[in-house]
């Protein structure tokens, strides 16, 4: 029988791929939400830590979502743009809380990746990564980075033990939807290590106006067939809306599963959420893509 794979096997087996580097560029998604900001910022810390690697954070969007801008800020995360950069001048290129070929994520697929950590379910072009960490059954990115912290010994800074916390509690929805027993940890462990105080003040960012307007058009349009809510906001400048209506949108009574679309950009976005933790949105949402013959973006 083979003998299943601690995290410091997965440690070791990383590390093997990292070792001799002396820069990485870690990709996340076009407009990356709190789960990916904390789960970059993680790696780059392990990286830095035990292998001395300088790292840039790289994304293809804009982020204007307030919480977001807040977490960005307060890691001192210095995004870049993916097209301004030569690939070929960083000694590996990483990707977290996204796979090539997804909708959410501007990148040559044929760019062959040296590691790809995620918790989405694992696409054909993730495989040819030197190095991937795939486990759909996990709520959030940034509980696989924990234990990657932990199996190395590093102790979480401050800031980026908050930006974690964050990370699991939103893409969890508090540790409500498709969370595991590791989220659970990984948040109980981390949270210790957080400020509360810089927590709470990333998550009441000021909103502009414009959200609400916007929040108002998701609940005009919402229409419930059953235990399903599905709403299309129309032309939005940015996507980010597109997910935190479909939150907001599950809280209604009697609903289990919320869907909301808007055109960003001619590309059409699609974030579904459920309470249902039987629910596999991730595996709807790809077959709700499908082939993709029209541009698309899929998000859970």
């Not at 960012?205 to 906001?233: C, E, H, M, N, W």
């Not at 013959?293 to 998000?299: I, N, P």
Request: glycine content about 4%; aromatic content about 6%; overall charge positive.
């Amino acid at each position: 029988m083979t003998r299943a794979m601690t995290p410091e096997d997965r440690l070791e087996r990383m590390s093997a791929i990292l070792v001799g580097a002396r820069s990485m560029l870690i990709i996340v998604q076009n407009t990356p939400d709190p789960d990916a900001i904390a789960a970059a910022a993680a790696l780059r810390e392990l990286a830095n830590e035990r292998h001395e690697i300088a790292c840039s954070v790289a994304h293809s969007g804009a982020v204007l979502r307030a919480e977001n801008v807040a977490l960005i800020r307060h890691l001192g995360l210095n995004t870049r743009a993916l097209s301004e950069l030569d690939l070929e001048r960083f000694d590996r290129l990483a990707m977290v809380d996204a796979q090539p070929g997804a909708g959410n994520v501007t990148f040559d697929p044929t760019v062959r990746l040296d590691v790809v950590i995620d918790h989405h379910p694992i696409r054909r072009e993730t495989r040819s990564a030197r190095f991937t960490d795939v486990r759909s059954r996990y709520g959030a990115t940034s509980t696989i980075l924990y234990e990657y912290l932990k199996a190395a010994k590093i102790e979480v800074p401050t800031p980026v033990a908050t930006a974690m916390v964050y990370g699991i509690r939103s893409d969890t929805q508090d540790l409500g939807r498709e969370s595991t027993k590791a989220d659970l940890e990984a948040f109980l462990d981390l949270y210790p290590l957080a400020n509360a105080r810089t927590l709470g003040r990333i998550v009441r960012a000021p909103l502009p106006r414009s959200y609400f307007s916007k929040l108002r058009i998701a609940l005009d349009q919402a229409k419930v067939f059953g235990t399903r809510v599905v709403s299309f906001l129309g032309p939005l400048d940015s996507p980010e809306m597109v997910a935190e209506a479909a939150d907001f949108l599950l809280r209604t009574e009697n609903v289990e599963w919320s869907m909301c679309l808007a055109v960003v950009d001619d590309w059409l976005h699609l974030s579904l959420r459920t309470i249902s933790r039987e629910g596999h949105a991730g595996h709807v949402a790809r077959n709700l893509g499908g082939r993709p013959r029209r541009k698309r973006s899929c998000a859970v």
